[in-house]
T-cell receptor, first 114, second 113 residues
Framework: EDQVTQSPEALRLQEGESSSLNCSYT??????LFWYRQDPGKGPEFLFT???AGEEKEKERLKATLTKKESFLHITAPKPEDSATYLC???????????????FGAGTRLAVHP | EADIYQTPRYLVIGTGKKITLECSQT?????MYWYQQDPGMELHLIHY???????EKGDLSSESTVSRIRTEHFPLTLESARPSHTSQYLC????????????FGQGTRLTVV
């Protein structure tokens, strides 16, 4: 069964304290892995797409990496405004062969304190 | 910023009422989606569409229905709301193609009392 698991569920950091969020997945026919940021009461905001093992993407203090079984979102010297829930989603080939399913993890709630 | 809009943002409605959640996008995307999300939980796909006159049910069973008469518009309707329908509903769209990212609206927080 296709599955996406994110850890930890919640993470509390001091401002400037770097850390990593994990997204492990088991899917058949991975098409791509996506990272989103979601602020309370809002829709997810797209951050990165990764397609193949070894690929890396960077944006400001965030860096996403991908292996064959998991992805990491590294946060370097975080600031309070980085506080949000970070969602991982994988796109896999759908059962009908046409639709590529987007399967979300439950997310990691990040709180960065001054 | 993605140009996808949902209305209303918040809705409190009584049991048995018919409601329609609106979703519009100005990006010309062929694919559109409706997700349901409970607090602290995963997003679950309830409906999707490849294009005009195309609608399919997602992985999570839902009593709602959708229509796609115009490319930019993908409304979701509940004929008779129940408290179990209380949730956040998120609309998204993406370009045609296999590996394209989805862009989300701000969501509609529905409460059925």
């Amino acid at each position: 069964e296709d599955q996406v698991t994110q850890s930890p569920e919640a993470l509390r950091l001091q401002e400037g304290e770097s850390s990593s969020l994990n997204c492990s997945y088991t899917v058949s026919g991975l098409r791509g892995l996506f990272w989103y940021r979601q602020d309370p009461g809002k829709g997810p905001e797209f951050l990165f797409t990764l397609y193949s093992a070894g690929e890396e993407k960077e944006k400001e203090r965030l860096k996403a990496t991908l292996t064959k079984k998991e992805s990491f979102l590294h946060i370097t010297a975080p600031k309070p405004e980085d506080s949000a829930t970070y969602l991982c989603a994988v796109q896999a080939v759908g059962g009908d062969g046409g639709y590529n399913k987007l399967i979300f993890g439950a997310g990691t709630r990040l709180a960065v304190h001054p | 910023e993605a140009d996808i809009y949902q209305t209303p943002r918040y809705l409190v409605i009584g049991t048995g009422k018919k409601i329609t959640l609106e979703c519009s996008q100005t990006m010309g995307h062929d694919k559109m989606y409706w997700y349901q999300q409970d607090p602290g939980m995963e997003l679950h796909l309830i409906h999707y569409s490849y294009g005009v006159n195309s609608t399919e049910k997602g992985d999570l069973s839902s009593e709602s229905t959708v229509s796609r008469i115009r490319t930019e518009h993908f409304p979701l309707t509940l004929e008779s709301a129940r408290p179990s329908h209380t949730s956040q509903y998120l609309c998204a769209s993406s370009e045609r193609g296999l590996n394209t990212e989805a862009f989300f609206g701000q969501g509609t927080r529905l409460t059925v009392v």
